[in-house]
């Protein structure tokens, strides 16, 4: 009698610990999907929203531990995407997912995840303080940020806040990053394009685009060269566009064409390296088969030129395929290690 109770407890015992640990492994966060006014956004040229929308995931433990706070992550999304693309029913990376398998099996340490929706009419905002599309570095910087402190609990100190992107988000990231190491103190950048990739070029190919007067309807290559003029050649006395376009019959006017050089982190890295080296910590990862390998690989190099101390990282990967992969074992152990997970007192 007393050894089946003895195994009765026993088995009763394993099952509940099984149960309590299905249950851990189970743990997932909740995403919230808000809009954000930014004073920063109001007044663009080209009417875009000044109160886009944006993705907030809330860890396991958000709802249940009620005094604690968190540390912050801003991650910036890629061209021709939106938050959804990351946090939405069906992502092309899954964000959320990533966040509920480290977060929720206690593998990282759980921490707030917010994603602006950068889309706009020309597919992208460059994350880029332009008068036609709006301040994006500002509203990222400061509205966005202002607003998470003042309705989420989190830790309203640099040293819990992160930056990350891939893509274009991998350039903001940049951007802001050497703008405004007074908010973040930890940066991680996935495959950034427009390192270097956009010095302007002459030809018959740019005179024909010289002639277009809307976005609608473009190909995917002829918007993205929309967005990055936008952003780095606004022109307020140009509507409907509000841009200048780098070339006049086909010739690359000089005088645009630096406007463009100007806003490539290889050339911002001289004046902004001791900006840089403010943080705590800097990553930067790409796929060997990501056509963007060498620009990154050079940016790596000019950071260590300059005494940036950084990670450069490759892996097996071309530039999508793996980036929920990357989110999930790098970036979040990363900012995991790198940001402050306790209120200062």
Same mark, same amino acid.
């Not at 990154?296 to 950071?303: A, D, G, H, P, Y």
């Given at each position: 009698?007393?050894?089946?109770?003895?195994?009765?407890?026993?088995?009763?015992?394993?099952?509940?610990?099984?149960?309590?640990?299905?249950?851990?492994?189970?743990?997932? &966060?909740? +995403?919230?999907?808000?809009? #954000?006014?930014?004073?920063?956004?109001?007044?663009?040229?080209?009417?875009?929203?000044?109160?886009?929308?944006?993705?907030?995931?809330?860890?396991?433990?958000?709802?249940?531990?009620?005094?604690?706070?968190?540390? +912050? #992550?801003? #991650?910036?999304?890629?061209?021709?995407?939106?938050?959804?693309?990351?946090?939405?029913?069906?992502?092309?990376?899954? &964000?959320?997912?990533?966040?509920?398998?480290?977060? &929720?099996?206690?593998? #990282?340490?759980?921490?707030? =995840?917010?994603?602006?929706?950068? @889309?706009?009419?020309?597919?992208?905002?460059?994350?880029?303080?332009?008068?036609?599309?709006?301040?994006?570095?500002?509203?990222?910087?400061?509205?966005? =940020?202002?607003?998470?402190?003042?309705?989420?609990?989190?830790?309203?100190?640099?040293?819990?806040?992160?930056?990350?992107?891939?893509?274009?988000?991998?350039? &903001?990231?940049?951007?802001?990053?050497?703008?405004?190491?007074?908010?973040?103190?930890?940066?991680?950048?996935?495959?950034?394009?427009?390192?270097?990739?956009?010095?302007?070029?002459? %030809?018959?190919?740019?005179?024909?685009?010289?002639?277009?007067?809307?976005?609608?309807?473009?190909?995917?290559?002829?918007?993205?060269?929309?967005? =990055?003029?936008?952003?780095?050649?606004? !022109?307020?006395?140009?509507?409907? /566009?509000? @841009?200048?376009?780098?070339?006049? !019959?086909?010739?690359? =006017?000089?005088?645009?064409?630096?406007?463009?050089?100007?806003?490539?982190?290889?050339?911002?890295?001289?004046?902004?390296?001791?900006?840089?080296?403010?943080?705590?910590?800097?990553?930067?990862?790409?796929?060997?088969?990501? %056509?963007?390998?060498?620009?990154?690989?050079?940016?790596?190099?000019? /950071?260590?030129?300059?005494?940036?101390?950084?990670?450069?990282?490759?892996? *097996?990967?071309?530039?999508?395929?793996?980036?929920?992969?990357?989110?999930? *074992?790098?970036?979040?152990?990363?900012?995991?290690? !790198? /940001?402050?997970?306790?209120?200062?007192?």
């Amino acid at each position: 009698m007393r050894q089946a109770i003895r195994t009765s407890i026993t088995i009763l015992t394993a099952a509940l610990a099984l149960i309590l640990s299905s249950a851990a492994l189970a743990q997932t &966060g909740r +995403v919230e999907r808000i809009q #954000v006014h930014g004073k920063s956004l109001e007044g663009n040229l080209l009417g875009e929203n000044a109160s886009p929308e944006v993705s907030v995931y809330l860890p396991p433990g958000y709802d249940r531990e009620r005094r604690r706070r968190y540390a +912050v #992550v801003y #991650v910036l999304h890629g061209y021709s995407g939106t938050d959804l693309n990351w946090f939405g029913e069906m992502p092309t990376w899954d &964000g959320r997912g990533a966040a509920d398998r480290t977060m &929720g099996a206690g593998a #990282v340490d759980e921490m707030i =995840v917010v994603m602006p929706n950068c @889309m706009n009419a020309y597919g992208g905002c460059m994350y880029a303080n332009s008068a036609a599309t709006g301040y994006w570095e500002d509203y990222v910087a400061d509205d966005l =940020v202002a607003y998470i402190d003042e309705n989420y609990r989190t830790i309203p100190d640099r040293a819990a806040r992160g930056l990350t992107g891939h893509s274009m988000g991998g350039y &903001g990231a940049w951007l802001i990053g050497m703008h405004r190491p007074d908010v973040f103190s930890a940066l991680y950048s996935l495959s950034a394009c427009c390192l270097n990739e956009y010095a302007p070029q002459g %030809g018959d190919a740019a005179a024909a685009f010289e002639a277009i007067a809307t976005a609608e309807g473009l190909g995917f290559g002829a918007r993205r060269t929309f967005a =990055v003029t936008s952003a780095w050649s606004p !022109n307020p006395d140009k509507p409907p /566009l509000y @841009m200048d376009l780098p070339t006049v !019959n086909g010739e690359v =006017v000089p005088e645009i064409a630096a406007r463009f050089a100007v806003n490539s982190p290889q050339a911002m890295v001289p004046s902004f390296a001791s900006a840089l080296r403010k943080y705590t910590a800097i990553k930067l990862d790409v796929g060997e088969q990501d %056509g963007l390998i060498d620009s990154n690989r050079e940016l790596s190099e000019m /950071l260590t030129q300059y005494g940036v101390e950084h990670v450069w990282e490759t892996y *097996e990967g071309d530039h999508i395929n793996r980036i929920t992969q990357r989110f999930e *074992e790098r970036v979040l152990p990363f900012f995991s290690e !790198n /940001l402050a997970h306790r209120a200062p007192r």
